[in-house]
């Protein structure tokens, strides 16, 4: 289920997905504050996170390609995890560089607050990220 705003819709990965994700998880610019340093994803070792996935009514985490309503593009992620349902949850986002400043990141974010507090309940949703990220840290801000 794709879920749309105003710029981009959600909708969760798939395996022809994985070829954006290597390129996008082995650029320094966007994966400057990863914990994960210096980026060597493969294609192989994105796919076998992917399979590893298991079909569950009680899944505790979604990943979602996050794509231009105008071009299809796909322009980043947004992912959540630690998921404790009607509780409480931890998101994250990456953005390809050249979607950096156009409403995307914003507009992504609100859809994935809407639908986990409003479809999924929860009370809680967290954000970490590190203080020297000025992007983020006004992301997080601009949802309160």
Avoid: C
């Avoid at 998921?83 to 609100?110: C, N, Y």
């Amino acid at each position: 289920m794709p879920l749309e705003g105003k710029l981009v819709i959600l909708r969760e990965e798939r395996p022809e997905d994985m070829k954006f994700l290597v390129v996008l998880r082995n650029d320094l610019e966007t994966q400057a504050w990863s914990k994960t340093l210096p980026p060597d994803y493969t294609e192989a070792m994105l796919m076998k996170r992917f399979e590893s996935r298991e079909f569950s009514f009680d899944r505790n985490d979604g990943r979602f390609i996050i794509t231009s309503k105008q071009t299809g593009e796909s322009a980043g992620t947004f992912g959540y995890y630690n998921l404790r349902p009607r509780w409480s949850v931890i998101i994250g986002i990456m953005l390809v560089k050249q979607f950096w400043g156009t409403g995307f990141a914003h507009d992504a974010q609100e859809v994935m607050l809407k639908f986990l507090f409003l479809e999924l309940g929860l009370r809680v949703v967290r954000l970490y990220t590190h203080g020297g990220n000025p992007r983020a840290v006004k992301l997080a801000e601009k949802a309160g």
